[in-house]
């Protein structure tokens, strides 16, 4: 078994994985990655072909996304 000390820098790091995570699957469920392709799109293209804005935040998007996906199970 591998044990190793906890420490704020690790403690942090790993919570940062939750974020990394949520963005990804946010950008899976507004389907952004379909959108994009092979294509080499401006942010202002991508959120014009999904009917967004591009102010809009990535917490906020990730949190639609996430409650949305819970209600569905």
Known sequence: MNTQE??????????GYY?????LHAGVKL???????DAHLRIEDIASNLGGSKRRR????????????????
Do not use: M, Y
């Not at 974020?19 to 963005?23: Q, Y």
């Not at 389907?31 to 392709?37: A, H, P, S, Y």
């Not at 990535?58 to 199970?73: L, P, V």
């Open 31 to 37: 389907d952004v990655f379909t959108t994009i392709g």
């Open 19 to 23: 974020w990394k995570t949520c963005t």
């Open 6 to 15: 906890w420490n704020p820098g690790r403690l942090l790091e790993t919570s």
């Open 58 to 73: 990535n917490a906020s998007q990730c949190t639609d996304s996430h409650e949305s996906a819970n209600k569905n199970r």
